[in-house]
T-cell receptor, first 114, second 114 residues
Framework: ETGVTQSPTHLIKTRGQQVTLRCSSQ?????VSWYQQALGQGPQFIFQ???????GRGNFPPRFSGLQFPNYSSELNVNALELDDSALYLC?????????????FGPGTRLTVT | AQKVTQAQTEISVVEKEDVTLDCVYE???????LFWYKQPPSGELVFLIR??????QNEISGRYSWNFQKSTSSFNFTITASQVVDSAVYFC???????????FGPGTRLSVLP
């Protein structure tokens, strides 16, 4: 069974640029969630996708957007990057969007905005 | 709004000591789920336990045990006979029944010294 994978591992961008982060769900999981974890803090929920549709969203501006593909992999896009967007971005998959099942996390993408 | 508080920012213990990590939550939902995750230095969040709001039985898994008390809105985590490999940041999390919104606490950094 393949776990959750994320790419790239690290990324450095300049303020104002756009970035796309990628996530492959664990086999058999159709729900994916994205989190932002600033240094020394707990993960903050960005949004969740279930069957290719957004299924819930946290308190993040519209410049944070996502996609889920038919194979349940997912992308997180961030436009007009700001310095405060520097963080570890975590992707998590779970077996279904219908219920609060445990989430399995990927290793994260460390984004640095300069 | 849902909220998770982990009052202990950092804890240091000597190997073989018992340690309890506190978690207090707030929610208006009658049905909800509580979780504990471990984040070792490698950064990947590891699922430890899920508990629903209707199940107040304490649970033991090896050296780990969890004490859920709905009356005090607490879900504490005890490690018995701690080991150096237990050193990590531990997060308590709360989810509404639909699973659409996970709220993580700020985490407790546990250092187990040899």
């Amino acid at each position: 069974e393949t776990g959750v994978t994320q790419s790239p591992t690290h990324l450095i961008k300049t303020r104002g640029q756009q970035v796309t982060l990628r996530c492959s769900s664990q086999s058999g999981h159709n729900t994916v969630s994205w989190y932002q974890q600033a240094l020394g803090q707990g993960p903050q929920f960005i949004f969740q996708y279930y069957r290719e549709e957004e299924n819930g969203r946290g308190n993040f501006p519209p410049r944070f957007s996502g996609l889920q593909f038919p194979n349940y992999s997912s992308e997180l896009n961030v436009n007009a990057l700001e310095l405060d967007d520097s963080a570890l971005y975590l992707c998590a998959s779970s077996p279904t969007g219908q219920g609060a099942y445990e989430q399995y996390f990927g290793p994260g993408t460390r984004l640095t905005v300069t | 709004a849902q909220k998770v508080t982990q009052a202990q920012t950092e804890i240091s213990v000597v190997e073989k000591e018992d340690v309890t990590l506190d978690c207090v939550y707030e929610t208006r939902d009658t049905t909800y789920y509580l979780f504990w995750y471990k984040q070792p230095p490698s950064g990947e969040l590891v699922f430890l336990i899920r508990r629903n709001s209707f199940d107040e039985q304490n649970e033991i898994s090896g050296r780990y045990s969890w004490n859920f008390q709905k009356s005090t809105s607490s879900f504490n985590f005890t490690i018995t006979a701690s080991q150096v490999v237990d050193s990590a940041v531990y997060f308590c999390a709360l989810s509404e029944a639909s699973g659409q919104n996970f709220v993580f606490g700020p985490g407790t950094r546990l250092s187990v010294l040899p």
